[in-house]
């Protein structure tokens, strides 16, 4: 089968094919003005950037000029896998309007967040930096760029939007619309660019989770949606510019089947190794692979590990006599609550300490605070214990208590800033079998019940929807403990012994 052509992509709005545009204008400047800011399989930092046959495609599309001469988009959405050079072209992108667009223009990279604002605008400040005519022309301030000859700015905003009122954009680059925790900015900067002559609002982005915390459409999502029915003529719309990459057969393609990661990566074997595909695919969640090599729209959740994962990390403990970290997490009612302990060791080992689950007849149940006390004072005096971890939330009183009595008790806040990190690395070191357990099939079970969620926020841990009886805490509290047992091993604190008081 012949390997499938970078251009046009899966989804595509109707593109007039000899239209006059700025896509040549643009495409000269990018080649002309803008480098490579990091080694890369596309090319060494400081060279200069040689545009592929299928970006200036998209940018003369983009760039379309309608009869009359203004510019025929006012939104556009462009959807790739990661690493097919995004950024690097909203960079351009981006320094094009600011240098050769209006005369006190402005220009905005948008994000979820400003860390995540600051990719596209780092990346484009930093090719100013490398050309001596482009920084000649421009002033750099930490979160600006400005042109004094021609008064044109250009900023970098995070989802705020309530801050945004007053602009008066010309050119607007959201990147990752997909992590956009709302409609509000993009919404804030679409009106904006009201009184603008040639306004465009362009969002470039990876595909995501197709419903929010609330489980509402995302924006991200129904732009995609809206893009579809726009490629497939069946809305008229020429305002809106879409182009899609994604298998041909969507969500139903083998994700492990390398025509699909060519059909899905313009820049496939080119900006893009395909040694990275093949190694990814064996370590990466499936929803993960789809969204992020794809770029293939996935439900919020799907199984968390790739079967027999955690049972290939079965083996002794290679060092009983090292520390250890509890972890203990759970309800009070109605639930489960468990202990899980992992060594400090070079190759972490989890044992499950204690497990109190709801009896099938249960109702009214609820976990026996004062025996899980009892049973972490005991571990603490018997094992090499460093520290008891706990979230917080709903243990408060028990903490307390522990602390009061001599326990080294450490607060686990079970945020997304916790948890994400956390399970990356939890995930990887199960993948790669650099931990180990016992086996014990009550852990097994917990681990096989988690979901994998993944959202703007990142991808995490979830109890399946609607199941009060497919319990998941002994795994948060395998993943929890992970967590805290490298930061306890990174610190290296002095051991300090303890007492417990009676």
Not at 88 to 109: H, K, M, Q, R, T
Not at 367 to 386: G, H, Q
Not at 460 to 480: F, N, Q, W, Y
Request: proline letters at 7%; charged letters at 25%; one cysteine or more.
């Amino acid at each position: 089968m012949a390997a499938p052509k970078a251009w046009p992509p899966a989804l595509l709005s109707p593109v007039r094919p000899r239209a006059k545009t700025d896509g040549e204008q643009c495409s000269e400047f990018i080649e002309a003005f803008c480098r490579i800011t990091k080694d890369s399989i596309a090319g060494r930092s400081g060279t200069p950037i040689t545009l592929r046959p299928w970006q200036r495609s998209l940018i003369n599309g983009l760039l379309e000029r309608r009869a009359d001469g203004r510019l025929k988009h006012r939104q556009a959405l462009i959807g790739m896998p990661r690493k097919n050079g995004k950024s690097a072209l909203a960079s351009g992108i981006a320094l094009w309007g600011l240098f050769c667009g209006p005369d006190g223009g402005e220009v905005y990279s948008c994000a979820g967040d400003r860390d995540q604002a600051r990719i596209v605008f780092g990346a484009a400040k930093r090719m100013i930096e490398m050309d001596a005519e482009l920084s000649g022309l421009a002033k750099l301030y930490r979160d600006a760029v400005e042109v004094p000859s021609t008064g044109a700015i250009y900023r970098v905003l995070s989802a705020e939007a309530y801050t945004k009122e007053g602009l008066n954009p010309n050119l607007v680059l959201f990147d990752e619309v997909h992590v956009q925790p709302n409609d509000d900015l993009w919404n804030v900067m679409a009106l904006a660019q009201g009184a603008a002559v040639d306004p465009l609002l362009l969002g470039i982005t990876t595909a995501g989770s197709r419903t929010d915390s609330l489980g509402r459409d995302t924006l991200c999502y129904r732009l995609y949606q809206h893009g579809r029915k726009v490629a497939a003529r069946e809305e008229d719309d020429p305002s809106f510019y879409f182009a899609w990459w994604e298998p041909r057969l969507g969500t139903e393609c083998n994700h492990a089947d390398p025509v699909v990661w060519r059909e899905s990566n313009p820049g496939f074997g080119d900006i893009v190794n395909p040694e990275d595909f093949e190694s990814a695919v064996k370590r990466t969640p499936e929803a993960e692979f789809r969204t992020k090599r794809t770029n293939v729209w996935v439900v919020s959740s799907s199984s968390a590990f790739p079967h027999g994962a955690w049972d290939a990390c079965q083996a002794p403990n290679d060092n009983p006599d090292a520390d250890e970290v509890l972890f203990c997490d759970g309800s009070w009612s109605g639930d489960s609550t468990g202990i899980v302990s992992v060594t400090l060791s070079d190759r972490p080992h989890f044992t499950v300490l204690d497990l109190w689950e709801r009896p099938a007849d249960g109702d009214g149940w609820r976990v026996p605070i004062e025996e899980v006390e009892a049973n972490l004072k005991r571990y603490a005096r018997e094992r090499n214990v460093v520290a008891v971890a706990f979230d917080p939330y709903r243990w408060q009183r028990t903490m307390q208590v522990l602390e009061a009595e001599g326990l080294p008790i450490v607060e686990f806040p079970q945020s997304n800033a916790r948890l994400i990190p956390a399970w990356k690395d939890f995930f990887d070191s199960v993948l790669d079998q650099s931990v180990s357990h016992d086996g014990d099939p009550r852990l097994a079970r917990h681990i096989e019940n988690m979901r994998l969620k993944i959202d703007q926020h990142g991808a995490r841990p979830v109890k399946e929807t609607g199941s009060s009886t497919r319990h998941i805490d002994l795994g948060i509290c395998a993943m929890c403990a992970l967590a805290e047992a490298r930061a306890h091993r990174a610190q290296k604190p002095a051991p300090e012994p303890f007492a417990i008081y009676v």
